[in-house]
């Protein structure tokens, strides 16, 4: 019976869930990219790995100098330490060489020379692990599709014959050799390719990307995965959720903690729902997030906001002017912030951090409440992705399936009458709609909410006042007397006494 065969760490955690375990033990791989990708971040990477695991690597660089991965290894605060360097042949002791042949050219001469010294090289520390930098180099000595590709061969068949991984740079670069078709070659002789890619915003950093184009023999995940370079290393963001465990609902309902709004939704928002708070600006729709997320820190659950726009001074001023007691829930860890920048977040990115905060954290509390603040903000914060709806519907459902009761806060343009309009229609996504409104009456401004849409149980279909006060939300009776509430400027026909007063209680 065949074994199976072992597979070693990338040196990235989620590198090793793209490629469902990682690179199978001594094989070839490509990684190809232009320069500044990341890829002599990645080799390094996966070459400390194999020290953390007691495993010899060589480093064999025929463009850049000890002294370059040196200062490499030191931006991300790493240390060579472990790692064999093997730099390209002396070219002064080379030259000299050379000028003693008179029928060859002088690069069949070199290239010679260089793999002669790296094949020694291997056989006298037996690595286990290799990053061979550049294949660009190799095509230049090569002159020629054909050599190149039998020196690749072997190359390939000498490494794996003695128990390498290896990983073979290539910068896409080397004259008029480097075409699709040697490219295609290239690859057709690896047991793995992953290639690395960035591209120039008109506003904002640069985006990496990275994609498994082939992996012999393994399935992994297909596609773009977004890719950072910072301090510390290279960190990969799948495109797509990768879950372990399915969640089992128990079909409780959520309590929003004020008995007047639990009673309009219809008793609560059940578990796993996603829910559009859509009205104008500044008409409480982060403060009704902020009403469930301090109701679960009550129950001594945890909540996440994900904010785009507003800051958290002002998160913090708003809370407190509603009489939540927002600062010690923050303290305790019960509630979180996660702030996003405009321009510097890339999708996947920004899921891996959703990921990451939705975790159990070490006392054992989970994460039944998250807002999304707000769509207008993570669509204007990512300008040039194409598929960013489709991104966040794979994030609402993966909170789905984790139990968690999801607010996305989408603001309307304009503020009153019927030329409100939506950036973008959301409603679709969401399990259920709460609807804000503005409207006029007796010479004041007033606010409107209702419930319009829920999947799951029945639910109020009454349009009630309500009103931000230093209690808290407040919910008023539904709005009977009133014609055309969602119009903005409705007909009223009632008491005076039916309205909320200022404070919240009765006019």
Partial sequence: MTQPEQQISTGIRTLDDIMHGGFTADRLYLIEGYPGTGKTTLAIQFLLDGVAKGERGLYVSLSETREELEGVAASHGWSLDGIDIHELVDQEKLTQEQAQYTMFEPSEIELGATIEGVLKKIQAIQPRRIAFDSLSEMRLLAQGPLRYRRQILALKQFFVGRGCTTLMLDDKSGGDLATDLNDQQLQSIAHGVIRLEQSLNHYG??????????????????????????????????????????????????????????????????????????????????????????????????????????????????????????DRYIDEGLIELRHFASGETAPSEFASQVREAIKTDEQGRKVTVVTIDSLNGFLNSMPHEQFLLIQLNDILQMLGRQGIVSFLITAQHGMLGTGMKTPVDASYMADNVLLFRYFETSGEIRQAISMVKKRTGRHERTIREFALTHNGLQIGRPLTEFHGVLSGTPAFQGKREDLLGRDGTNA
């Fill in 205 to 326: 950093a640069e985006r990496r990307y990275l994609r498994v184009i082939k992996h012999r023999g393994r399935d992994f995940i297909g596609g773009t995965h977004d890719v950072l370079l910072k301090r510390g290393g290279m960190q990969v963001f799948p495109r797509k959720t990768i879950e372990n465990a399915q969640w089992q609902s128990s079909g409780e309902d959520i309590s929003s903690g004020n008995a007047e709004l639990d009673t309009l939704i219809g008793g609560g928002l059940m578990e796993g729902t996603s829910t559009l708070l859509l009205g104008p600006a500044g008409v409480g729709k982060s403060s009704t997030a902020t009403q469930f997320a301090v109701a679960a820190a009550e129950r001594g659950e945890r909540a996440v906001f994900f904010e785009f726009e507003e800051s958290k001074h002002s998160f913090l001023q708003r809370s407190r002017g509603l009489g939540f007691d927002i």
